[in-house]
């Protein structure tokens, strides 16, 4: 592709909107742009690197025996009745209605429709294991979508779901999907950790997210150095020591005016953070319910969601107007005694086991003192309630977690029967009984994980695209396109790897060296050919994107050096 003719709209100036470096980067190389908020769309510079993907995507999913689909991005409202999700998914999902006022939906995800449509069709054990996918754009109305395409309301997906005949073949097919996924985000370059993930109302108990790990990455996650244990911080189980058992002593209310925080009450009562119960109130799919935990803790909202059966959306931290209405005091003084109202009290189990706690007195300026579980008050016992955090230790072996941040760009889930069940998707098993399908499904951000190779692959100059999923593998800058020697030599070499099969752009254009060096700089093209002063004795610069080193070389050597730098990458010319 020759320059003096490629769409490429870079910017000089950071867009306001951009954050983090792979969304700036990706704005000012002109290969993406905002249409609204959380929609882009992909130039040509972007869209290459958006194919590339895909197609190791593909490669990968092909090879692990998964089968290419393409469904539509429009599902009626009632395949979504039929799990309940048209309600469970919420805000999140865009609606529409058609001219006869039937009701639809944007794709957020497909697993009722790939349930759908193999329902009535595969009809026997014979035809399982199955495994079909598609890459497809998805559509999320997200609460705040950010950072370009790492949460926009618009990208694409690979989405695969699997059918078996039982659980112990389901684990197969996920297995097979997780050494599949391995290949992707090795071939994409992508630094990574598999970590364990939360269900949520997906359904099924077993789920695992593919993190590239990154500084600007929504996700958390801990991980032990010492044995394999891996979870988001949505899905970490928290070891929480109580101190030793003491005698139960007598309960005495407290006179405590504005003290409030735990800080203060820490400063108040001259006493540990620990030795404080924390009840936080929320209204949950529309019920008021009080959660009490060590008050040096914090919630885990996720756990909590999944011990209601409850999705995300439907849980809010309740106003001081619910709080007056259920306690009787204002907010900072709530607590599981006295309460003005029947309200449902989930209790994290080590408040179970921790003696002679200070909680609020559901009576504004007031704590009440010495106050035990069972004695004084009781409630619903969840086992954990409580969020991880730096320091926490590993529930698998005992020593000290990490904990880093990550880009989710993959997620595989055991479903199990959810969707066969309520779409009564079945088939007949060996000794002829009808069974539900057991199902799993398998995401990859295609669109997230292109940001997420920008934000591994960056310096303050622009993008260093790793080759496999460069927009093209070289970029032949000619120092000054007036000179005919120079534009020439250039244009020769450019023919020459292009029928090679080599993806080359020729920066041809009656621009200054500097704005060009930018600007190859800026696209991160993986090899770079400099046609300058030296061009009538057949001497060029090459040099590398990621290590900058120049040296000046015979055309000559041009192509057994390109010929190298591909065979390290194991990419076939
Ligand atoms: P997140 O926790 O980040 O919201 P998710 O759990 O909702 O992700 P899945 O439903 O598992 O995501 O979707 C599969 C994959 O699609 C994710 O692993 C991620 O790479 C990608 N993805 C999900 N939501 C978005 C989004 N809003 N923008 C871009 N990619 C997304
Ligand atoms: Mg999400």
Same mark, same amino acid.
């Given at each position: 592709?020759?320059?003096?003719?490629?769409?490429?709209?870079?910017?000089?100036?950071?867009?306001?909107?951009?954050?983090?470096?792979?969304?700036?980067?990706?704005?000012?190389?002109?290969?993406?742009?905002?249409? *609204?908020?959380? *929609?882009?769309?992909?130039?040509?510079?972007?869209?290459?690197?958006?194919?590339?993907?895909?197609?190791?995507?593909?490669?990968?999913?092909?090879?692990?025996?998964?089968?290419? %689909?393409?469904?539509?991005?429009?599902?009626?409202?009632?395949?979504?009745?039929?799990?309940?999700?048209?309600?469970?998914?919420?805000?999140?999902?865009?609606?529409?209605?058609?001219?006869?006022?039937?009701?639809?939906?944007?794709?957020?995800?497909?697993?009722?429709?790939?349930?759908?449509?193999?329902?009535?069709?595969?009809?026997?054990?014979?035809?399982?294991?199955?495994?079909?996918?598609?890459?497809?754009?998805?559509?999320?109305?997200?609460?705040?979508?950010?950072?370009?395409?790492?949460?926009?309301?618009?990208?694409?997906?690979?989405?695969?779901?699997?059918?078996?005949?039982?659980?112990?073949?389901?684990?197969?097919?996920?297995?097979?999907?997780?050494?599949?996924?391995?290949?992707?985000?090795?071939?994409?370059?992508?630094?990574?950790?598999?970590?364990?993930?939360?269900?949520?109302?997906?359904?099924?108990?077993?789920?695992?997210?593919?993190?590239?790990?990154?500084?600007?990455?929504?996700?958390?996650?801990?991980?032990?150095?010492?044995? !394999?244990?891996?979870?988001?911080?949505?899905?970490?189980?928290?070891?929480?020591?109580?101190?030793?058992?003491?005698?139960?002593?007598?309960?005495?209310?407290?006179?405590?005016?504005?003290?409030?925080?735990?800080?203060?009450?820490?400063?108040?009562?001259?006493?540990?953070?620990?030795?404080?119960?924390?009840?936080?109130?929320?209204?949950?799919?529309?019920?008021?319910?009080?959660?009490?935990?060590?008050?040096?803790?914090?919630?885990?909202?996720?756990?909590?969601?999944?011990?209601?059966?409850?999705?995300?959306?439907?849980?809010?931290?309740?106003?001081?107007?619910?709080?007056?209405?259920?306690?009787?005091?204002?907010?900072?003084?709530?607590?599981?005694?006295?309460?003005?109202?029947?309200?449902?009290?989930?209790?994290?189990?080590?408040?179970?086991?921790?003696?002679?706690?200070?909680?609020?007195?559901?009576?504004?300026?007031?704590?009440?003192?010495?106050?035990?579980?069972?004695?004084?008050?009781?409630?619903?016992?969840?086992?954990?309630?409580?969020?991880?955090?730096?320091?926490?230790?590993?529930?698998?072996?005992?020593?000290? %977690?990490?904990?880093?941040?990550?880009?989710?760009?993959?997620?595989?889930?055991?479903?199990?029967?959810?969707?066969?069940?309520?779409?009564?998707?079945?088939?007949?098993?060996?000794?002829?009984?009808?069974?539900?399908?057991?199902?799993?499904?398998?995401?990859?951000?295609?669109?997230?994980?292109?940001?997420?190779?920008?934000?591994?692959?960056?310096?303050?100059?622009?993008?260093?695209?790793?080759?496999? *999923?460069?927009?093209?593998?070289?970029?032949?800058?000619?120092?000054?396109?007036?000179?005919?020697?120079?534009?020439?030599?250039?244009?020769?070499?450019?023919?020459?790897?292009?029928?090679?099969?080599?993806?080359?752009?020729?920066?041809?254009?009656?621009?200054?060296?500097?704005?060009?060096?930018?600007?190859?700089?800026?696209?991160?093209?993986?090899?770079?050919?400099?046609?300058?002063?030296?061009?009538?004795?057949?001497?060029?610069?090459?040099?590398?994107?990621?290590?900058?080193?120049?040296?000046?070389?015979? *055309? !000559?050597?041009?192509?057994? %050096?390109?010929?190298?730098?591909?065979?390290?990458?194991?990419?076939?010319?």
């Amino acid at each position: 592709m020759r320059m003096s003719k490629l769409y490429m709209p870079t910017l000089r100036e950071t867009p306001a909107e951009a954050e983090i470096p792979s969304h700036k980067l990706l704005l000012r190389a002109g290969m993406i742009r905002q249409l *609204v908020s959380g *929609v882009y769309s992909y130039l040509p510079l972007g869209y290459r690197v958006i194919r590339k993907i895909e197609n190791i995507v593909r490669e990968e999913m092909d090879n692990a025996g998964a089968q290419e %689909l393409l469904m539509s991005a429009i599902q009626p409202r009632e395949l979504w009745e039929a799990t309940g999700r048209w309600q469970d998914f919420g805000p999140e999902m865009f609606r529409l209605k058609d001219r006869h006022e039937r009701e639809f939906c944007l794709g957020p995800t497909h697993e009722e429709y790939f349930t759908n449509i193999i329902k009535g069709e595969v009809k026997s054990y014979k035809q399982l294991p199955l495994n079909l996918y598609q890459i497809q754009t998805k559509y999320r109305d997200e609460k705040r979508p950010r950072f370009g395409l790492m949460r926009s309301r618009e990208f694409i997906m690979k989405d695969a779901y699997s059918f078996d005949v039982d659980e112990e073949n389901m684990r197969k097919s996920y297995d097979v999907m997780w050494k599949a996924y391995d290949k992707v985000f090795t071939r994409l370059k992508l630094k990574y950790k598999v970590v364990q993930g939360d269900s949520g109302t997906m359904g099924g108990s077993t789920s695992h997210e593919f993190m590239a790990m990154s500084e600007v990455g929504e996700g958390i996650v801990a991980y032990c150095q010492h044995c !394999d244990y891996a979870a988001t911080d949505e899905k970490a189980a928290v070891v929480y020591k109580v101190e030793d058992s003491q005698e139960e002593l007598p309960i005495e209310k407290v006179y405590t005016p504005g003290v409030t925080t735990i800080e203060a009450l820490e400063e108040f009562f001259q006493i540990k953070a620990s030795n404080f119960a924390k009840s936080l109130v929320y209204s949950a799919g529309g019920k008021p319910v009080i959660a009490v935990i060590p008050g040096d803790r914090e919630l885990n909202e996720t756990k909590l969601c999944n011990h209601l059966g409850i999705a995300e959306h439907e849980l809010e931290m309740a106003d001081e107007g619910l709080i007056i209405d259920i306690t009787g005091g204002n907010k900072g003084f709530t607590g599981p005694m006295n309460l003005k109202k029947e309200v449902k009290i989930l209790i994290d189990s080590r408040i179970t086991r921790m003696k002679n706690l200070v909680i609020g007195g559901n009576e504004t300026d007031y704590h009440i003192k010495n106050v035990n579980y069972g004695r004084d008050f009781t409630g619903e016992v969840v086992e954990d309630l409580l969020l991880i955090r730096e320091g926490d230790i590993c529930p698998q072996c005992g020593e000290v %977690l990490q904990m880093d941040s990550g880009i989710e760009v993959g997620n595989i889930f055991q479903l199990g029967t959810k969707y066969s069940e309520s779409l009564n998707a079945t088939f007949l098993d060996e000794n002829g009984k009808e069974r539900p399908f057991v199902m799993g499904c398998y995401g990859i951000g295609v669109s997230r994980s292109m940001m997420a190779v920008v934000e591994q692959y960056h310096d303050e100059n622009g993008i260093i695209w790793p080759l496999v *999923v460069a927009p093209y593998h070289v970029i032949i800058t000619v120092v000054n396109a007036k000179n005919q020697e120079q534009l020439e030599l250039g244009e020769k070499i450019y023919e020459e790897l292009n029928s090679l099969g080599v993806e080359v752009l020729l920066d041809d254009r009656n621009e200054r060296a500097g704005v060009k060096f930018n600007d190859r700089d800026l696209i991160g093209i993986p090899i770079r050919i400099t046609v300058g002063k030296r061009a009538s004795e057949s001497i060029v610069e090459y040099s590398l994107r990621k290590d900058e080193d120049k040296k000046e070389i015979n *055309v !000559d050597e041009i192509i057994p %050096l390109i010929k190298e730098e591909f065979s390290k990458e194991n990419i076939k010319l």
